[in-house]
Structures are given as structure tokens and as C-alpha cells.
């Protein structure tokens, strides 16, 4: 065996109850090569790699790590090789800070017991400043930002200098710059020899970062090849077996001059947004497009009664809204909100399986008197809605754990718990597309601009600018907690709108 | 996957096997334990903290935690005593003590959503000033009357149909109640949501606070209402009758939630539990062991059963 080669899986099979979620893979990653693995949601793609660092074990097949036979049984095996991966999910310890979750199983000591807080903050610090990122650290990591601690994770894995580097879906809640961060990362690991797995449903990216290319599709392995030798549509093609012809529907100005949501002067008790000024039409998909960071986010759950509001007002349908109004008055008058942070603020991991993660949307509709819930009902309502053609959530048992659901799959199933709701009017939207493959994002977009056609009005937060200006009727330019500026979809001009955000 | 399947199923039904095979065993070693009569006794002796378990179902779904029902059940069985002790009326003392029950949920609730307190600290507090206030009452005893009233006996002592014993009937009324409205309502949905991921509850319009505190104050009231079958069956109560039901019936919440659902705390799992702890102590004593044996065994066959549990959620790796 060549010394060049860092990682050789051998006909690795992974069997879960119900599924075959790896089948006979075969691959090798030579050092100082970026391998970019593709495909659609539960195609396989987390698994395989989680059985790399031995998080998961296969059922069958062996695993070659520089030219050795290994077994990891748990992730501190793989560590102790130098292998290091980012998890689709962000695992990061709440109240531990920055510098604290960096340094986490390699903290500087002082003699032989003591931690040295000092040393380990400068040591943090120097990263940072190395690779040109800018997150806090000395704060507890649970007050940063969704994409903060995502730049922690991926700073804290490629701190400790790594043979392997393993990134699954690393960018889905990046921002354009600090996935440029990111990838002169990759870059700068590249030369010393490391050898990097990237997972990503951004096919540019693949396109700019990787050297090769491995493309999965139920579990098997399509195809390896070199970056080049395939363009956008055969890369669609390999992974979902058929042809997307483009990537946005056509958008069909079917706005109404009614107002479905307005929002006058508003600033939040926690002076993150001020002063916003802005409105959906029914029948409208308006895109709110900043920095991560930039308050799109905290100006939906203000509207959202999530956040108090210091001054300012929000109306529904024409509609004063109460201050000190809750989630639940919002959701009783068809206003939704999809969060960002699906792991925190979706999902029900403890208590609940998936067909009880769904209809908790859908109580009201499944339930009679006394509030009792029909079973029947339930049921029905879960194979309907997981069924429907743009969503296709894959499971293998109604009463499976979200968790064992693929990560794209996972957010299907978050859309799905709000989007078909009887008395919807207005769709609060927070990176609604996280994580999801091209096959079905084309399809939520779809049922984005059907749902306005009947009249919704829509408000989507994306720091994916293509998937806003592919999309909305309007735009508003968030900076600093401020509307920067507003724009209708004739005005869409790239360059004019990233100039406004910076 | 047929083999996993069934051993799934054994272990969701562990408790009713465990149940049963050591009822057979006490039935051989004991001619007694099988009568009629020793079965109602069991159910009878495991009402009062049957109602206690069921109550603190609801806050540890919640995803909370009450160590103060204990005090409530205390003041509910002294108060009874006192007042009847003073000629009141039963039913007056009644709506009293789950009035002042009522009254302790809402302090919890207040302490633990509104201060923030965690509520495994907050309520050892409300434990330990309800528990002064009892003692003071009882003048740091023991409270007991034999002069009391037909219906003050009722709760604790009356024979429905001349065999079942009055707790049983409570039991299996708030058994029912409970049941229904944790595991069938949306209203017990919103629990489970909360105690799952608050957060996420509060995004999907539940209002988790306000459930929180409703899990406080139905525990409350139920806690009272044992009291009032305390102070009923045994006409006398100590100022802290209340504390040596405090951890079995925690524990059965727990050891209920194996029942069934992997791991997730539920009605009927917690009755099960109930009837798994009484049957011991009954079939122990009835073989002539001692407290101390039927502890040991409780506490082996508590960890067995998580671990079994525990073993359970691994494998899915
Ligand atoms: N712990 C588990 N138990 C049961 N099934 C699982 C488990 N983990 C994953 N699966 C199943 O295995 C399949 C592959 O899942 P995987 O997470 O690898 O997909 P993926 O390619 O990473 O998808 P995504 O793009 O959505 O992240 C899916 O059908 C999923 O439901
Ligand atoms: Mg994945």
C-alpha cells in the first residue's frame, strides 16, 4: 500500500432496524485530498462517516487508517488517531466558554491538576487569529449564535492538528464569509497532508473546494470521480436518479395589496434590532438578507412575541397585536414560525417519536371532545403529511426517535409540522432550507410560491442570497439590527446587495 | 429483527412479569398471599401513595421535580385531625386542606417559574417550611382522635358494596382521571412536550410555564387528598407522616417509566410500579422477612430493571 493513502473503508455495510443505511461502500482518501461526499437526505452520508469515527460501528466490513487495520469503538479511539469531525448536529457543552470548548479534553495545565484558564484563553485567541475568524471567547458558547458555534466546532476540530478532518454539512449555517474562513482552512490543511471528507448540499461549493467527488445514493455508492469531470446537472442526476431541470420555480407576481403582516418602528427590550419598519403583502414571498448576526433572526421572534418589544407595533392583517402576546395567540391567528436552531427550538428528542413530533402542530385538527386526541386521526395525519411529494420524509417506523432521522429529513419533518396547517396566513421562515438536499429544496420552493398564489404571505430569513433572489418578490437588507434597504425582485442585482450588507 | 422484537417487547413489559412470577413465588411460600382479602389489602395499602405517585407523574413529565408533597400530605392528615379533633365539620376540613394543597402547588409553581428556582432546590425549601408549620400545629408530635364522625371515616375506612375498601375507589378514580388526561388529552400532549424540550414547546405555542405550574398544583391537591386518607384510616398522623411516602413514590415514577415506553415517565407505568412496591412489602411480611429484606430487594430490582432499560436504548447503535 502507498504511503499517500490516509483512508480506506472496505465494503463497510451499516444496517439499522428497518434500514440498510450504508451498503458495500468502498473508498480511498489519499492524504492532502478534499473528498467531497454527496447525496440526497438519508442517503447514507452521516452514517458512513460517523462509522469512521467510530460513534457508530459497522455491521459489516473494514476500515483502514494509514495503511493499518482499526476498529474504533468510540470516538476517543479515533481522536487518539487523529481524526476529528464536525457533527451535522452541533454538540457543543452550554455553559462551557469559547476558549473552554476549544481547548475541551486539552486543557493547559497548570503542574499536574490545574487547569490554566489564561493560557488556554491566549491559545484560543492565536487560533482565531491564525485562520482570520472572529467569534467570542470568553463567553459561555450557549449566548453565541447558531453560526458562532459552529465556527467554535469547526475551529476546535482543526485546532488540534488532525490527520483526518471530518466535516459534515459544516456550512449549512454559515454565512458567505465565514465559509470563506472555512475553506482557506481547508486549504492551508491541505498542504501539511491532511486528508479532509466534506458533506454539503451547496453544489458550488463541491465544486470550489473539492478534489473528488463520491456520490451516494440509497446507501450505495454511485460513483467516485475527479472535481471537473462532472458539472451541476449530471451531479443532480447521480444523486437523485433524475433530472432537476432548474433550481427555482418561476415567481409569478401574485401579491395583493392587503397587508398579511406590518411592522412599524419596532425595537426589541433587548435593543439587538431598532427601529424596523417592514410588511408582506398576502399572496408575497419578501426575503430578509443580512450577516449572521445582523438581527433577522431576533426580528422574527419579536414579531413572534418570543422577544419583548420595547416600542413599536405589529400588525396582522391590518390587526393591532397586543404586547404580551405568546406564541400560542400567534399560532391561533395563522401566523407560524419555523425556527432556525432545529435542534434546540424544533425538535422533541426526550418523550416524543416522530409521528408525535409531527402532529404537535396539528393537535386542534386531530382531537375532539375534551381535547382527546384521536389515534386514528394521528396516524392518518402522519403517513398523509410525510407522504405529501415535495416533502417524502424518509423513516422507517412511525414511532422511531427523531434522532435516528437523517438530518434533512429532520427539518422536512419541522416544515411539515406547520406548512399544511388549515388556517395558515402568514409563514415566518428561519432558514427554512437547512440541510435539505437540491431534489426537495426545488420542491419547498415550489410550495413556497404555491402557498403565496393562495394568498399567504411569506417572510424568509436565508444566508443563501441565490435561494432569497431565486424566490422572493422583495427584499430587505438587514445591517446591524437596521433596514439597510428595501429592493423589489426587478432590482435583484448581487453585487448591489452584498455592498449594502458589509 | 423477529428476535429483537420480542425481546423489546419483554422488556417493556418487565414489571407485570416481575410482578407475577414473584407472586408466584410468595402464593407457594405463603397460603395466605393469594385470598381475596390480602389482594384488596394490597390495593387499599397502596392508595395513599398511589394518589401521591400519580400527582408527581405529572411534574416529572413536566420535566420538573417536587420533593415537597410529602409536607402538603402532612398538613392535610394533621390539619384533618385537628379540626375534627375541634368538632369541625368533615367536609368543611375537606375543601380546607385541598384549598391549602391547592395553595402549595401554586407557591411551587410561583418559586419555580416565576423566581427560576430549579425545582429540585425551591422545593426542599417549601418541604422544610411546610413541614415547620405542621410540627407546630402538632406541637412536634403526633395528632389522634378517637372521637370522630361517620363521614370523617368515610375516605379512609368505609367498605363499598361491604368488600372494597374506600381508598381503592379514590385510587381508581384519580388513576382514571389522571390517566385520561395525561395520555389521551391534548392537554397531556402540552406535558409531555414541556418536560421534553421546553423551549421548543414555548415555539409551538405551548405556554410551558403555565404547565409547569399546573403539574405543581395538581400535585399539590393530590398530595391533600392522601392526607385527608391518612388522617381518615388511621384517625392519628405524626407531624411528618407524610415523608416516609415521599421517595417510594418518587421512585415509582421512575421505575413506571419503564413500563411500556422506553424510558418515558407515564400513568399507567407509574401504577404498575405502585403495585409492583406494594406487592413486595405485603408478600415480605407475609413470609415473615423483614423491612430490611424487602429495601435490599427493592433496591436490586430497581437498578436491574433501569439497567435492563438502559441495555435496551445502547443497542439501537
Ligand atoms: N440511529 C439510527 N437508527 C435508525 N436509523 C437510522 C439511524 N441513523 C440513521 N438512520 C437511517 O439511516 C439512513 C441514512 O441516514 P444518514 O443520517 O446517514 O443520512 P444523510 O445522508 O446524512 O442525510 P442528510 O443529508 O439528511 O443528513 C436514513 O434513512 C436514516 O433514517
Ligand atoms: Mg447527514
Known amino acids: ?502 | 429483527m423477529k428476535h429483537n422484537a420480542i425481546v423489546d417487547t419483554l422488556r417493556r413489559w418487565i414489571l407485570p412479569i416481575i410482578i407475577l412470577v414473584m407472586g408466584t413465588v410468595f402464593a407457594i411460600l405463603s397460603p395466605t398471599f393469594l385470598k381475596t382479602q390480602n389482594l384488596l389489602n394490597i390495593l387499599n395499602q397502596t392508595a395513599i401513595m398511589s394518589i401521591m405517585a400519580i400527582g408527581a407523574t405529572f411534574v416529572i413529565v413536566a420535566g420538573e421535580m417536587d420533593l415537597s408533597f410529602s409536607s402538603t400530605a402532612s398538613i392535610s392528615a394533621v390539619l384533618c385531625l385537628t379540626l375534627a379533633i375541634k368538632g369541625q365539620n368533615a367536609l368543611l376540613s375537606w375543601v380546607i386542606v385541598l384549598l391549602i394543597g391547592l395553595a402549595i402547588g401554586f407557591f411551587n409553581a410561583f418559586i419555580v417559574v416565576k423566581l427560576k428556582i430549579p425545582s429540585m432546590l425551591g422545593t426542599i425549601g417549601t418541604q422544610i417550611l411546610v413541614g415547620g408549620i405542621v410540627a407546630w400545629i402538632a406541637n412536634g408530635g403526633t395528632v389522634w382522635t378517637s372521637r370522630f364522625g361517620t363521614l370523617f371515616a368515610i375516605p379512609g375506612r368505609a367498605l363499598v358494596f361491604g368488600f372494597l375498601p374506600f381508598p381503592v375507589v379514590i385510587l381508581a378514580a384519580v388513576f382514571a382521571v389522571c390517566l385520561v388526561v395525561l395520555e389521551k388529552t391534548v392537554l397531556g400532549r402540552h406535558f409531555y412536550a414541556v418536560g421534553g424540550n421546553a423551549r421548543a414547546a414555548d415555539h409551538a405555542g405551548i405556554n410551558a410555564s403555565q404547565i409547569k405550574a399546573l403539574s405543581f398544583v395538581a400535585l399539590g391537591v393530590l398530595a391533600a387528598l392522601s392526607g385527608i386518607v391518612i388522617a381518615s384510616k388511621f384517625a392519628s398522623s405524626t407531624c411528618n407522616v407524610g415523608s416516609g411516602y415521599l421517595f417510594p413514590a418518587i421512585i415509582a415514577v421512575y421505575l413506571g417509566s419503564i413500563f411500556l415506553k422506553d424510558g418515558v415517565p407515564n400513568m399507567w407505568g407509574t401504577m404498575v410500579a405502585c403495585l409492583f412496591l406494594q406487592e413486595l412489602s405485603n408478600g415480605f411480611s407475609l413470609i415473615g422477612l423483614k423491612y430490611w429484606h424487602e429495601d435490599t430487594t427493592q433496591g436490586i430490582v430497581m437498578i436491574l430493571a433501569i439497567a435492563m432499560q438502559m441495555a435496551g436504548k445502547r443497542r439501537k447503535k
Open chain 1, 1 to 502: 500500500m502507498s504511503q499517500a493513502v490516509a483512508l480506506e473503508l472496505r465494503g463497510i455495510t451499516k444496517r439499522f432496524p428497518g434500514v440498510v443505511a450504508n451498503e458495500d461502500i468502498h473508498m480511498v482518501i489519499e492524504k492532502g485530498e478534499i473528498r467531497a461526499i454527496m447525496g440526497e437526505n438519508g442517503a447514507g452520508k452521516s452514517t458512513l462517516c460517523n462509522m469512521i469515527t467510530g460513534l457508530l460501528s459497522p455491521t459489516e466490513g473494514e476500515l483502514l487508517f494509514e495503511g493499518r487495520k482499526r476498529e474504533f469503538h468510540h470516538p476517543k479511539d479515533a481522536l487518539a488517531a487523529g481524526i476529528r469531525m464536525v457533527y451535522q448536529e452541533r454538540n457543543l457543552i452550554e455553559y462551557l466558554t469559547g476558549a473552554q470548548s476549544i481547548c475541551l479534553g486539552l486543557e493547559d495545565r497548570k503542574g499536574r491538576f490545574f487547569v490554566d484558564e489564561k493560557r488556554m484563553l491566549e491559545r484560543a485567541v492565536a487560533i482565531c487569529q491564525e485562520i482570520g475568524a472572529d467569534v467570542p471567547l470568553n463567553v459561555p458558547v450557549e449566548y453565541l449564535s447558531v453560526a458562532q458555534q459552529q465556527m467554535i466546532e469547526i475551529i476546535r476540530a482543526v485546532a488540534h492538528d488532525p490527520r483526518l478532518l471530518i466535516l459534515d454539512e459544516p456550512t449549512a449555517s454559515l454565512g458567505s464569509a465565514e465559509v470563506k474562513i472555512l475553506f482557506s482552512v481547508m486549504r492551508k490543511l491541505k498542504e501539511k497532508g491532511v486528508a479532509i471528507v466534506i458533506i454539503t448540499h451547496k453544489i458550488d461549493e463541491v465544486f470550489e473546494i473539492a478534489d473528488t467527488i463520491t456520490i451516494l445514493r440509497n446507501g450505495r455508492l454511485v460513483d467516485t470521480v475527479k472535481n471537473g469531470d462532472i458539472d451541476r446537472m449530471d451531479a443532480v442526476r447521480m444523486m437523485l436518479g433524475r433530472d432537476v431541470s432548474s433550481q427555482f420555480p418561476e415567481v409569478v407576481n401574485t401579491a395583493k395589496k392587503e397587508k398579511a403582516l406590518e411592522v412599524r418602528n419596532l425595537t426589541d427590550v433587548g435593543k439587538r434590532v431598532s427601529h424596523i419598519n417592514l410588511n408582506v403583502c398576502q399572496g408575497e414571498v419578501v426575503g430578509l438578507y443580512g450577516l449572521l448576526g445582523s438581527g433577522r433572526t431576533e426580528i422574527l421572534e419579536s414579531i413572534y412575541g418570543l422577544r419583548g418589544i420595547l416600542e413599536g407595533e405589529v400588525f396582522l392583517h391590518g390587526e393591532i397585536c397586543p404586547p404580551g402576546k405568546r406564541s400560542g395567540d400567534m399560532i391561533k391567528k395563522g401566523v407560524f414560525l419555523i425556527p432556525e436552531d432545529r435542534r434546540h427550538l424544533s425538535i422533541f428528542r426526550e418523550f416524543f417519536t416522530i409521528r408525535e413530533n409531527l402532529s404537535i402542530g396539528y393537535l386542534d385538527q386531530i382531537s375532539g371532545f375534551l381535547g382527546m386526541i384521536s389515534r386514528k386521526k394521528e396516524r392518518k395525519l402522519f403517513r398523509d403529511i410525510t407522504s405529501r411529494e415535495e416533502l417524502r420524509v424518509k423513516y422507517a417506523r412511525e414511532n422511531q426517535d427523531i434522532e435516528e432521522l437523517s438530518g434533512g429529513n429532520q427539518q422536512k419533518l419541522v416544515l411539515g409540522r406547520w406548512i399544511y396547517r388549515k388556517n395558515l396566513e402568514l409563514l415566518l421562515l428561519d432558514e427554512p432550507t437547512h440541510g435539505i438536499d437540491v431534489g426537495v429544496k426545488y420542491d419547498i420552493y415550489v410550495l413556497i410560491r404555491k402557498m403565496a398564489a393562495r394568498g399567504k404571505g411569506i417572510l424568509v430569513v436565508s444566508s443563501e442570497l441565490p435561494e432569497l433572489t431565486g424566490i422572493c418578490d422583495r427584499l430587505y437588507i438587514i445591517k446591524d439590527g437596521q433596514i439597510k434597504g428595501e429592493l423589489s425582485r426587478r432590482e435583484f442585482e448581487n453585487e448591489k446587495i452584498l455592498e449594502m450588507v458589509l
